[in-house]
Structures are given as C-alpha cells and as structure tokens.
C-alpha cells in the first residue's frame, strides 16, 4: 500500500510561513503491530496553533522538526486491528497529521459515533475547537444576561461556538468577522445583535457604535491591532478571555509600538480587568458538559456551525496559509480520502 505525507521541509523564513515550508512524498505505512491499529485519513483539520510550531521554539508545545509530518487532528478509519477495542471500520479521532495512513497504538483513540452527527464535527463543533469556544466563554467569559460580549474571528471553529453559547447564555453578543458576507451569517444565522467587518474603514468607530453600553466580555481571538481597539470601549469589571493571536506571528517582529503596552497597563488597573490566558489543556475537565450540551444545542438548532471543507492532501498547504489571511469560511478541513 502506497500512502502520502506532508512534512516541514523548512522552518518559515521573514515573511511567515509559505508553501516552500512543506514537502509531499510518499511512502509505505506499516502493518499494524499487536495493540496497533493501521489508519486510513478521511478527514485532516488545519489550525492557526500550526504556525507556531513550524518554527524553533513552537509555543506552548514543541516545534515539529525538520522532516517530521506536520501535526494535526483527524478523523479516520480503522483498515487493520490489533487492538481489543477496534474493529476494522470503526471511525476515530486521532492525532497523526497530515498523513493518508497512520499506523498508531489503539488505545489512545476515541470512537466517533456516525450517528450522532456528521463525522467532520469531531474536529470543530464537537472537537477542540467547539471545546475551546464553549469552555473559554464559560469558564472565563462567564457572561451573564444582557451584558455585551464581543467575539472577534466570531465566523470561525472557535468564534463561532463562543458567540452562541454567550447569546444561550442571555448575552448581546457582537461579532467581529472579515467582509460582508461573514457578518451577514453572523447575525442572520447565529442570532448575534451585531457584526463588524475589520476589513472595513472605521473599524473603531463602528465597533463603538455597536456597543453603545460598552463591553463586558472580548473573547479574543485575534490580538494586535482588533485587541488595541477594544481597550477604550472595556467597562469596569470586563473578563477577557484570551484565546487566540491570529492577527500576530509572534515568531516575526511585532508591527505594534510600546505605547500600547502602557496603555494596556493603566486600563488593566483602573478598570480592574481580568485577563486570562488560556489553552485547550485547561478545559478538559469540561469535555463531558461540553459534548452533552453542544449535541443537544446542535439538535435543538440553537447551535449552527459552518465547515470550510477543502479537498485532497495536497490542498493542505495553500488552504492553512488562507486561514491567516481569512479566506476560509467556518471550520477547516481537507477531505483526504474519497476525493
Ligand atoms: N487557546 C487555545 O487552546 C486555542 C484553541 C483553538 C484555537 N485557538 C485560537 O483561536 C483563534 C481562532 O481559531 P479557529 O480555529 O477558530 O480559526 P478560524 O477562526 O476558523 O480561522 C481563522 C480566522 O481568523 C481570522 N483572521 C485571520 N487573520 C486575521 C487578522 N489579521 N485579523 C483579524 N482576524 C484574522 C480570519 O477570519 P476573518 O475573515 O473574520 O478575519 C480567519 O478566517 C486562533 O487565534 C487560534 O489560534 C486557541
């Protein structure tokens, strides 16, 4: 059996990482060994976390090395079994990357049921990403009715899943997203009482107009230039919850002068904010709250999700550099087999 790969074939260079960066080859999975199971890929999530680790030093977690497959969660099919636990056929959720096959210990792997859902969920809505969004908004944004939640990359896996469980919760949540059609599904489809577009001129103006009773939760997931906006329009007492940095390559210099450090400073003191930093790690403790509510709030339909699903392996790499400039829509994901 022949299957493919992606590796980092170079860490990023000055201007980020490109498609340089990955090489595709093939090679030969191995026969699953005892307690081992032999995976076939069917679907590969791509996430921002992946920039960091193509360089030296990753960032909460360690970098992957020169020649290694690039990491990343799956949804795959059992092809051999040597595990107890696993039968030809069965669908998990691993973590072995951007690979067609993976021969890996069985033992690890959760067993996805088809029935509860489409099988791509368990990479967004009901993955990390929906975890990620439900957890950080509960246990941090802890928003309460009819206080003003912000939510920026509000149309994406995270965003999205933050912004309504903060409008379930009685919250009026506003969402930050790129373009006009984004916002449009933002609040025609999620339910939140306002979108603003931060590709759009007047960015701050608009975002103020919006929240005319300022803001007591921003679930941010961008950083930088959006971040430094909100500042002014945080009520006392604000929670940020600290998610993402997508707007910022922390391993390339930062484009935001000092002065928005001690800006940043003073506000934290007067207004007596909370600010927490928090990684996917924190909330695992949430994992069954999380897939009993987030299944039943799909079902009831107060939950919607949108999936960006790209196809092929070799779409992986073009599609991943499109996450930091926002072309894609909701969650991403390759269909790596079956195409
Ligand atoms: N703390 C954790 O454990 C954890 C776990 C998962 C994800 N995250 C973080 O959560 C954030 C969202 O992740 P996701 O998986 O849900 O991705 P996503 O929102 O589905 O996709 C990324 C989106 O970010 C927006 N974006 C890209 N560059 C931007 C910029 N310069 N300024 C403003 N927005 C920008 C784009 O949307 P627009 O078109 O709307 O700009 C893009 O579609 C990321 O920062 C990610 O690193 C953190």
Redesign the pocket.
């Known amino acids: 059996m022949q299957g493919q790969r992606i590796v980092l074939a170079s860490r990023p260079g000055p201007s980020g990482p490109g498609v340089e960066n990955f090489h595709l080859e093939a090679f030969s999975p191995s026969p699953a060994k005892e307690g081992e199971v032999l995976l076939e890929t069917l679907f590969l999530?791509?996430?921002?976390?992946m920039?960091?680790r193509m360089y030296d030093g990753g960032n909460?977690k360690a970098s992957v090395g020169i020649g290694e497959v690039m990491i990343g969660g799956t949804v795959s099919r059992v092809l051999e079994s040597r595990e107890a636990s696993l039968a030809v056929g069965d669908i998990v959720e691993s973590r072995h990357g951007w690979q067609t096959h993976a021969t890996v210990p069985g033992s690890g792997l959760r067993k996805i049921d088809p029935d509860l859902a489409p099988i791509s969920t368990a990479l967004?809505v009901l993955g990390?990403?929906g975890q990620?969004?439900y957890g950080?908004m509960l246990r941090y944004g802890m928003p309460k009715p009819g206080e003003t939640v912000l939510v920026?990359?509000?149309?994406?896996?995270?965003?999205?899943?933050a912004a309504q469980v903060a409008r379930i919760k009685g919250a009026r949540v506003v969402g930050?997203?790129?373009?006009a059609a984004?916002c449009s599904w933002l609040t025609e489809e999620l339910g939140l009482v306002a979108a603003v577009?931060?590709?759009a001129e007047n960015f701050a103006e608009n975002l103020a107009a919006v929240c005319p009773d300022g803001i007591d939760v921003y679930f941010d997931?961008?950083?930088?230039?959006?971040f430094a906006d909100t500042i002014p329009l945080l009520n006392a007492g604000a929670r940020i919850p600290?998610?993402?940095?997508?707007?910022?390559d922390r391993h390339q210099p930062s484009p935001l002068g000092r002065d928005r450090m001690y800006d940043l400073h003073a506000t934290i003191l007067v207004k007596q904010l909370t600010l927490n930093?928090?990684?996917?790690?924190?909330?695992l403790d949430m994992t069954h709250a999380f897939r009993r509510d987030m299944v039943q709030w799909i079902a009831s339909g107060e939950v919607k999700y949108r999936e960006?699903v790209v196809s092929g392996l070799d779409a992986a790499p073009s599609a991943f550099l499109?996450?930091?400039?926002?072309?894609?829509?909701?969650?991403?994901i390759v269909r790596v087999a079956g195409v």
């Open positions: 999530s791509l996430d921002p976390y920039r960091a909460y967004g990390m990403p990620t969004g950080g920026s990359a509000a149309s994406g896996g995270v965003g999205s899943v930050i997203a790129g373009g984004k577009d931060h590709r997931n961008v950083g930088g230039e959006i600290i998610c993402g940095t997508i707007s910022v930093g928090f990684i996917f790690d924190n909330l960006d499109g996450l930091f400039r926002g072309e894609n829509f909701g969650k991403l």
